[in-house]
């Protein structure tokens, strides 16, 4: 296994051990794992293309990875009641959606990689939960709810990358 699939494979380690932080009241060391497995997603991006890596299990685990740390987060955060549930509902749907589009595709032998807008959407996505376990912090050190917009931007960036991803994709589901 190459080392950006490792990566990935280390943000998913890391998941159960950023929701037993969390879960047990340990937001800013859940905060941390977050970030650190958040950063894992640009390095191994990174490193892939430079180093010309790019794999199809890394096309597809990648995305995966992504969504099941952010799910995660967005489950907890929930539960504990720092983000609104239709927010949640939001991106939920759209990560279904899209992992449905791309399981046609792979069924027809297309890999449909993360676009930019997608990266987008999953950059906004981690910005808004860090800066909701870190407590909006030091923005609450002046009153800026920088954790609310930026959690409103992610939802938009949610929203427009759907739509983006089903028109670009149509063709898939045209044979259908």
Not at 54 to 65: C, E, H, I, S, Y
């Amino acid at each position: 296994m190459n080392v950006p699939n490792t990566l990935t494979m280390i943000r998913i380690a890391l998941i159960p051990v950023f929701v037993a932080f969390l879960l047990n009241g340990y937001s800013y060391a859940a905060a941390g794992i977050f970030i650190a497995a958040a950063a894992t997603d640009a390095l191994d991006g990174y490193i892939a293309r430079k180093k010309n890596l790019v794999t199809n299990f890394g096309k597809l685990m990648d995305p995966l990875a992504d969504k099941l740390l952010v799910v995660s987060a967005l489950a907890c955060l929930t539960e504990l009641g720092e983000i609104a549930s239709w927010m949640v509902i939001v991106i939920l749907a759209r990560e279904f959606m899209i992992t449905g589009l791309r399981s046609v595709a792979a069924g027809e032998g297309v890999i449909i990689a993360a676009g930019a807008s997608g990266k987008w959407k999953t950059a906004a996505q981690m910005i808004a939960i860090a800066a909701v376990l870190l407590r909006n912090w030091p923005f609450a050190l002046i009153g800026f709810p920088f954790d609310r917009i930026m959690l409103w931007i992610a939802v938009a960036l949610t929203v427009y990358s759907g739509v983006e991803y089903m028109i670009k994709n149509r063709s898939v589901f045209a044979s259908r």
